[in-house]
Structures are given as structure tokens and as C-alpha cells.
């Protein structure tokens, strides 16, 4: 792999390069709107190859000097969205404290009257470890699933950097299981998450074996793998296809997260799980949701065949044409597709039934 | 999408257009071989991209030019592999005809003695419905399956383009399926392929319920899809990655099948059936298998979301930084995991038993 960072410097000018050891120049292409997509969600890739994501191409300096306005901007933005989502979906917004930690429960109409037949679902948001809410990004994610599921959703305000540092965020997310395990089974509990708040459902779980605490009964990671510091095609075929940031001098991908994990051993399992079988092995029945244009595919598929070959219970989503956190966008047919496909798993998994409202393909669960 | 064909003509060249309705101006950029790859893999990969594949970059007319020497170049590559295969899989081969339809019977030492615990699966080779046999491509899947699954596979000389046109595999298909039936019950049936063989297993579902037969139960859609001419996001990426055919004038890509299907309606859901609700709903438990690095990557993910959408049992799997059709390379530790996955998938869903020898992880299944 000697010759790797000497391609990946080439890779910036115009002219193909012959390969060396495996590394494929990519001449430029056109990539089309992909026609599987449902008319809205083809709008959709429109708007975003147009207006691009104003953070992709900055460096963490750049992040650092600007990272009030990302913060209050992402904020401004989830605000909006969710009081939209309110209006579809049946929920309660309680703002609490378990085990210390600042939480949004979010309680939807749809739970059973049955105290046995609650389920808990922890929700871990987005951000890269430096930007997002619970009550912002979380509750983008907690209020359609808890109302799907009619599960109890907890968003959690767990510690992000630069102001906090691995692993304080896995931490907080214990210090909520563990509240969690004094009112419910560990099997009635599941833990899910979008992005940084994917990647940290599973550094929560390779935490929790650290903890000898009893594993939930089913976990999700969405729009993440296993390997924090995410490589693998698609982290280059993705850079390429949304312009985003350019490699560094070693052929490596930067990440805005190192502002949280400063210089951390990512081979280590509690940063990075896919790289401990025996961790793996104790994994929780695990959900992937994923996008062909996004640059965590390969990441996902990589930590979805190390569960599968350990014989773990696993199941992988990919959704056609669409890119990081799709799902988010709740509007989408594409979008409500993957919110079906969590239901189904969290009940099946932690062994309920969902709300009578659940299968109507068009209609949104639940709604007011 | 007007502006679409222009911008694919102006792919070819260097410089970056600016985007229109939503087609992406891919810029060129390296992609080195995936690091989560195991050494094996990483080797293989390196010498794809140095050799490339030799038909490739042919178009449909030079394919028939030189047919005759793709079909017997092919074969001997397959035979070499084969007589390898034979060494470390304790199978016995039968050429037989089932329905009038010559198969290669492939009989594992490991089946179980007991006629109720026998399973029947019916391989469907791949070769862009143009090249490869029963005996050649067919076998490099089929001899590894039976050994893992303990399972009688069929493999199945069906009729292939130019000198046949659509549905003649179909219909061979239906004759041995329906042979099948007469010995054993659909729910102990299976039936998969890949590549142009996962095309014709789908297309064969669709063939057994216009026929009004029984479903099997189980189909393995390896390396293909439901749409038969496939498209979307990785048919673009993988055409510049593997610097293959290059579009049509109307933004579409040529694909060798069109010698096979030649005028067909590729909406018909004789021939797609991906676009048939009604017929998605009628599909037994579906296995996916593909990889990050295959053309068809789009298309099996847009069928496996459409089954679970359908609530229908489908199973999806990823193999990161690999291509098209890569598990027959049996040698590679990822091939061994992909027929772990399809043994377990099919002896699930068959209702059977694996071989004692299969669980193990490292050595070949029932050696010799």
C-alpha cells in the first residue's frame, strides 16, 4: 500500500494516472437522479446536488471558528421540521433528567395502556459529536419511531466535543441504561441512533459489555457502522460524488468527529466495535438502514457481514439513490419505508406488538 | 430529465459541467483497495484492476464476432476452477434431463440419508444469458452450495441468446421446476443464480405464477436484481469504475442481455418483475447477495426494499469492496462467508438441518 498516498495526491489533478497496488483512478462521470426513487424523493436529490451542504468542505479549523452558527443554524432548521412533525405525528414531549443525564422523552398516543407491554427505545442524535440536540436532531428521529413503534423514545443530551472528549458521551448514554434497567428488562429496552448518534449505539453497547451491564434487546444503527474513523469504497466514491472534503496527505478521509475524539486509538473496540469479534458476539439483534449514496455504506455493510458470520441476528437496509440520513426527511415515501422497517424490527425484537395504525402504507401512524 | 442524454455525452469529457436536473458531475478521484478486505480479497482485487475484464468494453456486436471463443474461453476458465472445487467439495456429478431440460445433478456427500430430510435447489448459471453452461458457471456455484447445504442442487442447461430469444430460459426453467414438483414439495424447494442466473430466478417466479405453479421455498437472487435491465446509482459509479461500457446517446447502458431479450418490454414483469406489486407479493423468502463493488448494487437494493415493503421475508447482503459475482471465487474467506449465509438462509427457509461439518469456520465444508 506504499504507493496509496502518492495516488491520493494525484487524485486532485484532472489527468488519469496508471494504477498502482490496487488503486483505481475513477475517470469523471455523470451521475443521474436514480429512477427507482418515488417523485418526491427525486426532488429531493435535485435540491441537494444543487445546493450542496454548506459544512462538507470545511476543515475542523474552519468547523471550530464557525461552530455557534452550525449549531444554532442545525437547531434553527430541526425546530422547523419538527414542529411539522407534530402536527403528523400523536406524541408528548417531556423534558427529564435520568441518572443525571438530560433527556426528552417522548411519549406517544400510540403506547399500549398495558404497563407489560411497554417497550423504551433509547434515541442517540446526530452531529458528528460536535453539533445537534436531543430536543433538535434526536426528536427528528424519536418522534416518528416512538409513534410508529408506540414505544417511549428517550433523545439523549449526551457531552460533545471539543467542550467534552471520549468517552463522555458513551458515559452519559450508560448513565440513561442504567436508569432505564431500574424501571424496565433489558429485553424490553432497545438503543438506536443516526450517524454520530449510529456509531455511538455502538460504542453504548461495547461500553455496556465493558460495564457488565445486562445488552438491550435490540439495537440500530442508522446511517453508521462499526469503525468510527469510516473508510471503505464508499467514503471515496461519496467524497468524489457530494465534493466533500478532500483526503489528507496519507490518503486518509478527515473527519469533523476528531474534534471529539482527539487521538484516540480507533482500533480500539470501545470507539470501534467491528474490530472486536469477541464484542461482536454479544451484540443485541442489530438493524442497519443505509442509502447507496451514502459514505457510510461501506462501513455498514463491512460491520453488517462481521455480525451476520458471527451468527449474530442482523438485518441491513439499503436504500437506493438516496445519501447520509435520508431518513430524516420524514416527508419521504422512501423515508417512511425506513420507519416501517425500524417498527417492525423493535417490536418483533423486544417482543410486542406495533399500534393498530402501524400498517397503513400511506397514512402516518397515529396522527392527530 | 431532458437535459439528461446531454450530459451524458458530455461525460466523456475531462471537464466538469455544471449539474442539471439533478445529474451529478462526478469529478475523477482514486479509490484504493478496501482496507476491510481480507488479505486474499485485497490480492484479487489488485489483479482485477490491473487486467480488467477483456469483455468489458465490447459491444454487442464485436460479443457476437467473437462469441464462439468468449463461450469456450469461458468454459476452460470454468473447468480449471471446477476441477480445483472437486478437490476440496465431496460432491458426486449426474448429467441427466428433468422435463425434457439437461441439468447437471450435483449429489453431496453430505445430504442427509433420510428421504424426508432431502432438500432439492434448482442453480440457474450466470453469463448475460449468452455465455457459460450448466457444467461450467453453473458448477462453480452449485458444487459449493451442495456440499454446504447437504442439499441436491440442479444445475440447469436452459436455452440462452442469439440463438434463443426470452422466455425460452424461462420456459426450461418451469419444465424442470414443474419435474421437481413431482418428486418433492415446493416448501423443500429452492432456486437461485447469479448474475444473469439471479435474473432468471426472478424471472422464473414470475413464470411459475403466471403458470399457476406452487411456489418454492426459498430463491437466492445472487448478484442480480428485479429489473432485468438494471439501472440506478451503481450502474453509473461501476461503469466508470470498471471503466466499462460507456452510455447510449439516450444516457442508458448497453447491456450483452439485449442479444437474449431483444425487444422485449423490460416493465414486463415476465421480465421485471421488481415493477409487479401484486406479483413481489406472491415471492418466497428472498436471499440477496451482492457487493459495494457491483454494477447491480442499485438494482438489489431497490428489489429488497420493495419486498419489505411488501412485508415478504427478504434478506439483504453486502459484501464491501467487492464486485460482481465474486463469491465464485470460492477461495476468498468473504466467497466462504457468502455460502454460509446462503446454506443457512436456504436450510432456514427449506425447514432442514445443516451438515455437522458446516459450522466450521475455517475449513472448506465436507472435504474430501
Redesign the interface.
Known sequence: ?SA?PL??L??A??H??A?A????????????????LSPQA?ES??SA??HGDPTAKLDNAAVLAQLDSIRKGTDQWAYGEIAELRKRFAVELHHETWGGIPVVRVQPRSAPADPANQRLLIELHGGAFVFGRADSLGLLEAIPVAAMTGMTVLAVEYRQGPEHRFPAASEDVAAVYRAALARLPAAHIGIFGCSAGGVLTGESLAWFAKEKLPMPGAAGLFCAGG?ARY????R??M???N?ALLPHAD?TLPIMEDLYYGDVDFRDPLVSPVFSEPLLAQFPPTLFITG??AAE???V??M??RL??L?RVS???????LGHAFHLDAKLP?SQ?AY??MA?FFAKHLGTALPASHPA?AAAAAPR
Chains 1, 2 share one sequence.
Not at 473508510?231 to 464508499?234: E, L, M, V
Open positions: 500500500m496509496l495516488c491520493m494525484l487524485a489533478g484532472a488519469a494516472e494504477p497496488e490496487g488503486v483505481r483512478q475513477v475517470p469523471s462521470f455523470a451521475l443521474p437522479v436514480s429512477p427507482y427525486q436529490v435535485r446536488v444543487i469503525d473508510g471503505g469504497d464508499s471515496y466514491v467524497a468524489a460524488i465534493d490518503g447507496t449514496r455504506l461501506s462501513n455493510s463491512y453488517h457481514s451476520v458470520d451468527e438485518d441491513l437496509h439499503v436504500w437506493e439513490g422512501e419505508q416501517r422497517v417492525r402504507p
